[in-house]
């Protein structure tokens, strides 16, 4: 992914941020320094996941799929 700096998204209706943060934190033991360090972790994860995945995929299977969703 990009390293550019995004806008992030707004949650969907149904997710209650408040409540999400408080989990985070007390998976972490109430120290939500550490609840931050997870979840960056993890992101960079997923993000690498996506890349690899991405790259796999097939260039043309990708054009064909978008060009028939048009």
Known sequence: MSNAARAPSPPPA???????IDAAA????????????ELLIRNVWLESEVD???ASVSRG??????????
């Open 14 to 20: 149904d997710v209650d941020v408040g409540a999400s």
């Open 61 to 70: 299977y990708v054009r064909h799929g978008l060009a028939s969703k048009s």
């Open 52 to 54: 690899r995945l991405s």
């Open 26 to 37: 007390e998976a972490c033991g109430g120290d939500v320094r550490a609840a931050v360090w």
